[in-house]
Antibody, heavy 119, light 109 residues
Framework: QVQLVQSGAEVKKPGSSVKVSCKAS????????ISWVRQAPGQGLEWMGRIIPILGIANYAQKFQGRVTITADKSTSTAYMELSSLRSEDTAVYYC????????????WGQGTLVTVSS | EIVLTQSPGTLSLSPGERATLSCRASQSVSSSYLAWYQQKPGQAPRLLIYGASSRATGIPDRFSGSGSGTDFTLTISRLEPEDFAVYYC??????????FGQGTKLEIK
């Protein structure tokens, strides 16, 4: 049974950074990609970027280029998303999601991590 | 970048009725790369449909997807109480990039 378990809620100051983890169990970590999708309060879904763990290659949405870093540790089947220069608009629930099919659909999601940016 | 526009923004229907949700793309999307998700309050999204028309594992057959090119549709044939939620379409393109529609809220009338 595939599960993606994320780290807990965070409260951060503007200008700081946050790093969220996503630990995968079940399945083969290196056989799929992990994306990060965020959802601001009352808003829709926004893709931030993804990593291909077997290659260690990450791709980012243009909006987040230079501010987000996605990494993966194959030894622990864990992906990470670090967002820097936080501002209040970054307050959101951050999800990791797995895409195994070449069609790119996300068949498994983490439970979400609430990141609150407040002074 | 492809923009996905969903309509209507809110759909008010009663249990037992048929729901038709639309997703229109700003340029042609390969059917293989169009998916639909359901999201309930406080929960992560759940994959319903991939490849425009294939149901994901465990999804009831009252959910169906169709369409091609720039126009895609999610149909729920007979609404059950648990179907009232927000629905998103999503496409996967080159670069790579994923984009989501803004969502359709399906509410009980």
């Amino acid at each position: 049974q595939v599960q993606l378990v994320q780290s807990g809620a965070e409260v951060k100051k503007p200008g700081s950074s946050v790093k969220v983890s996503c630990k995968a169990s079940g399945g083969t970590f290196s056989s799929y990609t992990i994306s990060w999708v965020r959802q601001a309060p009352g808003q829709g879904l926004e893709w931030m970027g993804r990593i291909i763990p077997i290659l260690g290659i990450a791709n980012y949405a243009q909006k987040f280029q230079g501010r987000v870093t996605i990494t993966a540790d194959k030894s622990t089947s864990t992906a990470y998303m670090e967002l820097s220069s936080l501002r209040s608009e970054d307050t959101a629930v951050y999800y990791c999601a797995r895409a195994e099919n070449p069609t790119g659909d996300f068949d498994y999601w983490g439970q979400g991590t609430l990141v609150t940016v407040s002074s | 970048e492809i923009v996905l526009t969903q309509s209507p923004g809110t759909l008010s229907l009663s249990p037992g009725e048929r729901a038709t949700l639309s997703c229109r793309a700003s340029q042609s999307v390969s059917s293989s790369y169009l998916a639909w998700y359901q999201q309930k309050p406080g929960q992560a999204p759940r994959l319903l449909i991939y490849g425009a028309s294939s149901r994901a594992t465990g999804i009831p057959d009252r959910f169906s997807g169709s369409g091609s090119g720039t126009d895609f549709t999610l149909t729920i044939s007979r609404l059950e109480p648990e179907d009232f939620a927000v629905y998103y379409c999503q496409q996967y393109g080159s670069s790579p990039v994923y984009t989501f529609g803004q969502g359709t809220k399906l509410e009980i009338k």
